[in-house]
C-alpha cells in the first residue's frame, strides 16, 4: 500500500514535464465563487463530480479532472427557466475551462460556491430542488 502511494506521488510529479509543482487538492486561499443565472448550454471541458454537499446557502462540488499545469476557471450556472412543481425545480450546469493546460496529472479539487442566487425566492425557508448536470438525484435547497 506504501509503495502504491509513493508510485503515485512520483507519478503526478513526473507528469507535468513543462512546470513541475506539486499537486494540492486543497485551495484555501481561494475566493468563494458565487454562482449565476444564465445559459447553461455553455460548453465545458471534462470534468467529474465526485460528490456534492449544500449546507446553508453554500454549495461544495468535489470535482476530479486533468492538468496540473495551467489555470483553471469554474463558474455554476442556473437556468433562468424554474419548472413549476412542488417544490419547484432549477437545472444546474458546472463549467470548467482551462487556459492552455496540456499535462494529465490527475486533480482533485472542492469547489466552494455561495447558491444564494439559485434560489426560488429569497426568503428564509424558500425550496427549491436544484438539479446539477452529472448528478443522478436532485438536491433540496432552503434559503437562508
Known amino acids: 500500500m506504501k509503495s502504491l502511494f509513493l508510485f503515485s506521488i512520483l507519478l503526478l510529479t513526473l507528469s507535468c514535464a513543462t512546470k513541475k509543482e506539486s499537486i494540492s487538492s486543497d485551495y484555501p ?3 468563494e465563487l458565487k454562482a449565476i443565472i ?3 448550454s455553455t460548453k465545458s ?3 467529474k463530480i465526485d460528490s456534492v454537499e449544500i449546507k446553508g446557502n453554500k454549495m461544495i462540488i468535489s470535482v476530479t479532472y486533468t492538468g496540473g499545469c495551467g489555470n483553471h476557471i469554474f463558474e455554476l450556472i442556473g437556468s433562468p427557466n424554474i ?3 412542488m417544490p419547484p ?8 475551462k482551462s487556459e492552455n493546460d496540456n499535462c494529465k496529472s490527475l ?3 472542492k469547489l466552494h460556491f455561495d447558491i444564494s442566487e439559485l434560489a426560488y ?3 428564509n425557508g424558500s ?3 436544484l438539479t446539477l448536470e452529472g448528478v443522478k438525484e436532485k438536491m433540496s435547497y432552503l434559503f437562508e
Open 89 to 96: 425545480i432549477r437545472a444546474i450546469k458546472l463549467i470548467h
Open 127 to 129: 425550496e427549491i430542488y
Open 45 to 47: 471541458e471534462p470534468i
Open 121 to 123: 425566492k429569497k426568503d
Open 29 to 31: 486561499k481561494e475566493p
Open 107 to 109: 486533480i482533485t479539487r
Open 83 to 85: 419548472a413549476k412543481s
Open 38 to 40: 444564465g445559459d447553461i
